[in-house]
């Protein structure tokens, strides 16, 4: 699979990444319903066998469980995949999650990342939120010292504009900026990612299925079913009416754009956004063996200009 290199560091990575955000199974804020370890485990293992040499994950991610069971996957291979996980979201006894970025929670987050990840360094750290606003250069200062103690190869920031990188690169530079991007949801085209390219951030676009709902496997009937503690059940705007309804009709249109070149529509979805001279890779999850199949080929297939303009024409005539 070809490589591309991310921003200014010297890790040359794949168009596509493993995201384990879901794996983190249930039981918290922002879970995706109840997973299976063992089905986790035999994922991560396929992607790596599909040529995918990346990891995402965080600590809030099951809080602690998601970086747990990346550990467990990778612990016996010959050849680990690089690995890249954030902080700046932590959690009590309660299971609540706050958000800090002072300097010793940072450290003591990076420790117990490399403890469940079972790592000696991380090959890419990222603040995951930037908040609170207040504490962003206490802990992008923190980040600059974890780099050169070792602790960490590079670092990057996920969900930051482009004013709040421009303020804290004053202190280090950005290795990276992971954000949000699907064709339907473009926020960061008109400052963020011309931002990045200019200074040679790295873009590694998270959601790029929109949370799976552009994959061609969703209908009413799977909405309704989905597990209580399912955060896209109240919590994603785009399952929610009107736009779910729309948001199955644009499927439509991207099975018609992929059949002819026999890719499914989470392939046509992937491969929109790496379109985009400014996205370095998109990050893509899975939950069970077999569903990366259907989505590996948009490392490399790319949508010509008619096949854009007819997903261009659809959003257009159908506005949210």
């Known amino acids: 699979m070809q490589l591309r290199k991310l921003g200014h560091s010297d890790l040359e990575i794949t168009p596509i990444g493993f995201g384990a955000w879901a794996i983190g199974g249930g039981g918290w804020a922002f879970a995706w319903g109840p997973q299976d370890d063992h089905d986790s485990i035999t994922t991560i293992h396929e992607a790596l066998d599909l040529g995918i040499n990346w990891i995402d994950t965080a600590p809030v991610y099951g809080l602690g469980h998601s970086e747990s069971v990346v550990g467990k996957a990778i612990k016996e291979l010959p050849k680990k995949p690089l690995i890249f996980t954030k902080c700046a979201r932590v959690w009590d006894d309660h299971r609540q999650i706050g958000k800090c970025l002072k300097k010793e929670s940072?450290?003591?987050e990076c420790e117990a990342s490399l403890k469940r990840l079972g790592v000696e360094t991380i090959d890419l750290y990222q603040i995951h939120?930037?908040?609170?606003?207040e504490d962003i250069d206490e802990g992008w200062e923190t980040m600059v010292r974890l780099k050169e103690e070792g602790k960490v190869r590079w670092i990057g920031v996920s969900n930051f504009s482009a004013a709040q990188m421009g303020q804290i690169s004053r202190v280090g530079p950005i290795t990276s900026l992971q954000p949000p991007y699907s064709i339907v949801r473009r926020d960061i085209e008109p400052d963020i990612l011309p931002y990045c390219q200019t200074n040679n951030i790295g873009v590694l676009v998270y959601s790029p299925m929109q949370s799976g709902l552009l994959t061609g496997a969703w209908n009413r009937g799977r909405l309704?079913?989905?597990?209580?503690?399912?955060?896209?059940?109240?919590?994603?705007r785009h399952f929610q009416e009107p736009l779910f309804t729309r948001n199955l009709r644009l499927v439509e249109v991207l099975d018609e754009i992929g059949k002819p070149h026999k890719k499914s529509p989470g392939e046509v979805a992937i491969s929109w956004t790496l379109r985009h001279?400014?996205?370095?890779a998109a990050i893509v999850g899975a939950r069970k063996p077999g569903q990366l199949k259907d989505l590996i080929g948009a490392s490399q297939w790319r949508l010509s200009e008619p096949e854009i303009g007819l997903i261009e024409k659809f959003l257009r005539e159908n506005p949210e």
């Open 277 to 280: 001279p400014a996205v370095t």
């Open 106 to 108: 940072i450290r003591r």
């Open 129 to 133: 939120w930037p908040e609170p606003v």
């Open 224 to 236: 309704d079913s989905l597990p209580a503690d399912d955060w896209r059940r109240e919590k994603n």
